[in-house]
């Protein structure tokens, strides 16, 4: 297993759309534990295969609170979205640091495959209702970000444009041996 860099926001490959897996078998299985070792070591809820430059429709969640209800969704699709919505802080593991309110359907039900191909249909509310809401975002190439306004976004993209060259001069500094 291994942990995977995680793109972070604005990088434009964040903004590719997915493509469908067709074949469900057990060649995903490295990624899918790679993908999760990823997600825990980042204190994530979840995360899409999007995030990882992996364009193919994964995502793996985790909401419970002891780390021990891993979730697999493979081709998901949402079927329903409440009428009722619910607005919350939302953060991403692309977007560190950010954590802003997004307004989300409070209930969901969305159909997907697990690791072993069987489709499922997950009916969901609270966490879990957003989380899968916010990760097939990210498949069809749209980040939290997207459901703010035009000036909080590009707000939050200088700080984290700021935060990534100083952090690549700090590492360029440190390769130099300055450091
Ligand atoms: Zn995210």
């Given at each position: 297993m291994a942990l995977l860099p995680i793109l972070a926001y604005?990088?434009?490959?964040?903004s590719t759309v997915a493509s469908p897996v067709d074949k469900v078998d057990d060649s995903l299985a490295p990624l899918l534990a790679d993908m999760f070792e990823t997600m825990y070591a980042a204190k994530g809820v979840g995360l899409a295969a999007t995030q990882i430059d992996?364009?193919?429709?994964i995502v793996v969640i985790d909401v419970s609170e002891e780390r021990n209800q891993p979730m697999v969704l493979i081709?998901?699709?949402?079927q329903w979205l409440s009428e009722e919505f619910v607005k919350g802080d939302e953060g991403c593991l692309s977007v560190p640091g950010i954590y802003d309110g997004v307004e989300r359907a409070a209930r969901v039900r969305a159909t997907a495959l697990d690791e072993h191909g069987n489709s499922r249909t997950i009916e969901a509310e609270g966490l879990l209702a957003v989380c899968i809401q916010h990760e097939v975002d990210h498949l069809n190439g749209?980040?939290?970000?997207?459901?703010?306004?035009q000036l909080k976004r590009e707000r939050i993209k200088s700080k984290l444009l700021k935060e990534q060259r100083e952090a690549a001069r700090a590492n360029k500094e440190k390769q130099a041996g300055k450091v």
């Open positions: 604005p990088d434009p490959k964040l992996v364009h193919r429709r081709n998901p699709e949402i749209k980040l939290f970000v997207h459901h703010l306004s």
